[in-house]
C-alpha cells in the first residue's frame, strides 16, 4: 500500500513538473508572439507617410449683362485638359513620355497647348520681341546668368528634366517649354497645371479612354468666359487671361488678392479687370490626403461661391444702332464728299441725364470681342487703330461746343447777363493781331451767339472773363481730368501756359480767345462733351458717367446693390436757372436751323436743345455736335463727333428714333411712337 502511495506521489509530481515546464514555455512563446506583433506593429506605423494638400476649385466668374438682361460675356460649361501632381510621375522621363503622348492628342485634334516661353518654336532659338521682362524672369527661374541666350535656356531645361535625344528638336522643345510653363505655374500638389483648355467632347472622350497610359492626365469641367455679344463695347467690357509672370502675380498678392494661383484667370482690360473683385467669386477647397505616395482621400472642405454678375447701364440694341448710324454717316460722306474721303474714324455718346447713365457708345473703327480673343494682332493691325476707343480716349478739340461752357462762365459770374450786346462785323482785333468771325451779326446778345455760333462774342467775353475763370469753369464741366469712367477714361487737357510749355510751344495772349471757341491746344473727348451737353441740361449738376447700373447674385436671381447718382460738381453757384436758360434757347435755337427732311429737328413733337463745332485739326475739319432732349423734360444727352467729317449734327434724329424705339414708354418713346402712328393712318 506504502509502496502504491508513493508511486502515485511521484506520478503526481513529475506531471506537475511537466505542466509547470510546459506552462513557462507557453507563456515564453506567448511573450515571443507578443513582442513580435508589437515590433511589427511598430515598424508598420513608422513607415506611414501621410501628407494632406489644399487644392483650390475655381468660383464660376460673375457675367456682364446690359440694361435688359441679355449676356453681353458669360460662361458655358467646357472641358479643360489638367495635370494633377499627385498622379503625375516623379521620374523626369516617364513625366516626359505623359506630356508628349498629351500633346501627340492635342496635334490630332487641332488644339494648341499652354506654352509662354519666350523662346521661338524653332532653331536657331532667340528670344521674343518686346518680352525683355519675361526673358529676365525666365533667366532668373532656370539660375542662369544674364548673359544666357535662348539656346542655352533650352538645354538648361533638357538637362534638368532629362529631355533626351529619343525625341526629335523641335518635340524637345515642346516638352521642354511645357516644363517651362509648369515651373512657371508653380505645379505642385496644390496648383493643377492647365494644359489645354476648353476642348472638344471627342478629344476628352479620347484622352479618357487612354488615362491609364496618361498618368496625372485628368479632364475637368469648369465655367469658361465665353463672349455673347463681342460687339457691344468691346473696349469698355475687356478680356480675362492667365497670368503672366510672377510679378504679377505679386502684385495681386500686394492688393489683397491673397487666394490667387498662378494659374488663375484674371482680368486683364476694361471692367474685366476693373471690377475683377467682384467678378472673380471665391474659390472653394478641396483636402487631398496621400498615404505612403497614393491619394488616400479627396474632400471638399470648402464649396466655391460664384462671382457677381454686373449689369449695366448699356442697351445692347441702342448701342448696335448708334454703332450702326455712325458707320453709315461716315460711308456716305465718303462716297459723296471728296473732302471727307478720310472721314473713317468717330465716336458717339448716350447718356441718361438723371444720372449720366451710358446707354450707348460707339467707336468707329470697332471690333468684335470674340474677335479680338481669337486672334488679338489682326485685329490690332487694322487701319485706323480700331483697339483706342475714340468715345473715351480720342482727344479732340471741342470747336464752337465749347462756346457753351464760355456762355456760362460769362453768365455765372455776371460779367454779362442774358440781354449783354457785343459788336460783330466779322473782324476782330485783340492786341495786335486780327480774328474772324463766320457771319456779321452786328449787335449780338448771348442767345443768339450760340444759335448762330458768333465766333467775335465770345472772343470779346473771353477778355473781359479772363484765362483763369475760362478754366475753373472747363474743370468743373470735369474738362482736363478723367472723369471716373469704371473702365477708365482719358482727361486730356486744357489750353493754358502750362500745357504749352509741356508741349514745347509759346503761349501768346491771343491763345485766349481761341480757347474760348474750342480752338487753341484744349483736347477733349467725346464723353467729356456729352457730360457737359448733360450738365447744361441739368442746370449745372455734373453726374459722374458710369457703366455699372446694378450687382446681382451669380443666378441673377438676387439684386445686390445699385448705382446711385453721383454729383461731381456743380457749374452755375450763382444763379443757375437763369444762367441755362439763355444757353438752352440758343441750344433750340441752332437745334431749329432747317434741315434735309430726314435730318430736321423741327416737327418732332418736343424741342431739341444741341450745339455744333467744326474745329480744326491735323485731318483738316472735324465735327461735333452735343445737346439733349426733350429740351424742356431732358432725357438723354448726347455727343457725336467725326474725324475729317462733316454735319455730325445729321445723327441727331436717328439717335432719337433709335431711343424711341428702345425705351417706348419714354417722352421721347412716346411722342415720337405717336406721330408716327398718326402719319401712318390715312
Request: charged share 25%; proline share 4%; hydrophobic share 35%.
Amino acid at each position: 500500500m506504502k509502496e502504491i502511495m508513493r508511486q502515485i506521489s511521484e506520478f503526481l509530481r513529475g506531471g506537475f513538473l511537466v505542466l509547470l515546464v510546459l506552462a513557462s514555455a507557453a507563456l515564453g512563446v506567448y511573450r515571443l508572439v507578443k513582442l513580435q506583433i508589437v515590433a511589427a506593429e511598430e515598424e508598420s506605423q513608422q513607415h506611414i507617410v501621410e501628407n494632406v494638400y489644399t487644392q483650390v476649385i475655381p468660383a464660376t466668374r460673375g457675367e456682364i449683362v446690359d440694361c435688359t438682361g441679355s449676356p453681353i460675356v458669360s460662361n458655358k460649361i467646357g472641358y479643360n485638359l489638367v495635370i494633377e501632381k499627385a498622379y503625375f510621375p516623379d521620374d523626369n522621363k516617364a513625366g516626359n513620355a505623359v506630356i508628349f503622348r498629351t500633346v501627340e492628342l492635342l496635334r490630332e485634334a487641332g488644339y494648341d497647348w499652354n506654352d509662354t516661353m519666350p523662346v521661338s518654336k524653332m532653331q536657331p532659338y532667340v528670344f521674343e520681341n518686346d518680352r525683355e521682362r519675361d526673358v529676365a524672369e525666365m533667366k532668373k527661374n532656370l539660375r542662369l546668368n544674364k548673359y544666357a541666350d535662348a539656346g542655352n535656356c533650352i538645354e538648361k531645361l533638357c538637362d534638368d528634366y532629362e529631355i533626351g535625344e529619343e525625341y526629335s528638336e523641335k518635340d524637345r522643345r515642346i516638352i521642354a517649354g511645357i516644363r517651362y510653363e509648369m515651373l512657371l505655374r508653380s505645379f505642385s500638389m496644390s496648383n493643377v497645371f492647365y494644359f489645354a483648355n476648353d476642348i472638344d467632347l471627342k478629344t476628352v472622350t479620347r484622352i479618357k479612354e487612354l488615362r491609364v497610359t496618361l498618368s496625372g492626365v485628368n479632364i475637368v469641367e469648369e465655367a469658361i468666359r465665353t463672349v455673347e455679344n463681342g460687339t457691344v463695347i468691346p473696349h469698355e467690357i475687356g478680356y480675362v487671361g492667365p497670368i503672366y509672370s510672377q510679378e504679377e502675380f505679386e502684385a495681386l498678392k500686394e492688393n489683397g488678392h491673397s487666394d490667387y494661383a498662378l494659374s488663375d484667370a484674371v482680368g486683364k482690360t476694361g471692367l474685366e479687370l476693373a471690377c475683377e473683385p467682384d467678378l472673380r467669386g471665391i474659390n472653394g477647397k478641396k483636402e487631398i490626403t496621400v498615404t505612403n505616395g497614393d491619394v488616400s482621400s479627396v474632400v471638399i472642405s470648402q464649396e466655391p461661391v460664384g462671382g457677381k454678375t454686373i449689369q449695366l447701364t448699356v442697351n445692347s440694341k441702342l448701342q448696335s444702332s448708334l454703332q450702326k448710324r455712325l458707320a453709315d454717316h461716315c460711308e456716305t460722306l465718303r462716297r459723296t464728299d471728296y473732302e471727307c474721303r478720310n472721314a473713317y474714324c468717330g465716336a458717339a455718346v448716350v447718356l441718361d441725364t438723371k444720372d449720366n447713365g451710358v446707354l450707348g457708345m460707339a467707336t468707329l473703327p470697332s471690333y468684335d470681342l470674340a474677335d479680338l480673343l481669337d486672334n488679338y494682332n489682326k485685329v490690332a493691325e487694322q487701319e485706323n487703330f480700331p483697339l483706342i476707343n475714340r468715345a473715351t480716349d480720342g482727344l479732340y478739340r471741342p470747336g464752337s461746343t465749347f462756346k457753351t461752357i464760355t456762355a456760362t462762365a460769362g453768365l455765372d459770374t455776371g460779367t454779362i447777363d442774358g440781354n449783354t450786346q457785343f459788336y460783330c462785323d466779322t473782324n476782330y482785333k485783340y492786341i495786335d493781331t486780327w480774328f474772324h468771325c463766320t457771319g456779321h451779326h452786328e449787335n449780338i446778345a448771348v442767345t443768339r451767339a450760340l444759335t448762330v455760333s458768333c465766333n467775335i462774342f465770345f472772343y470779346e467775353l473771353s477778355t473781359r472773363l479772363g484765362l483763369d475763370v475760362l478754366l475753373d469753369y472747363e474743370r468743373m464741366y470735369g474738362l482736363g481730368a478723367p472723369l471716373g469712367l469704371e473702365s477708365g477714361d482719358s482727361g486730356g487737357y486744357l489750353a493754358c501756359p502750362e500745357t504749352y510749355e509741356k508741349l514745347g510751344l509759346d503761349w501768346y495772349v491771343g491763345c485766349l480767345v481761341q480757347a474760348a471757341i474750342g480752338q487753341s491746344e484744349i483736347q477733349v473727348t467725346p464723353l467729356q462733351m456729352a457730360t457737359v451737353a448733360s450738365t447744361i441740361a441739368n442746370d449745372g449738376v455734373r453726374y459722374k458717367p458710369h457703366l455699372i447700373n446694378s450687382y446681382w447674385n451669380n443666378t441673377m436671381t438676387e439684386q445686390l446693390s445699385v448705382k446711385e447718382p453721383e454729383i461731381a460738381a456743380t457749374v452755375a453757384q450763382n444763379n443757375a436757372q437763369e444762367v441755362y436758360y439763355y444757353i438752352e434757347q440758343g441750344m433750340i435755337g441752332a437745334a431749329r436751323t432747317p434741315m434735309l427732311p430726314e435730318y430736321d429737328l423741327n416737327n418732332l413733337g418736343f424741342d431739341v436743345a444741341l450745339k455744333t463745332g467744326t474745329p480744326q485739326s491735323p485731318r483738316g475739319t472735324d465735327t461735333f455736335v452735343i445737346g439733349y432732349a426733350p429740351a424742356q423734360d431732358p432725357e438723354i444727352a448726347f455727343c457725336a463727333m467725326i474725324e475729317g467729317g462733316k454735319n455730325a449734327k445729321f445723327l441727331v434724329k436717328g439717335i432719337l428714333e433709335d431711343y424711341a424705339e428702345c425705351y417706348p414708354e419714354s417722352k421721347i418713346g412716346r411722342t415720337l411712337r405717336g406721330r408716327s402712328i398718326l402719319q401712318e393712318q390715312p
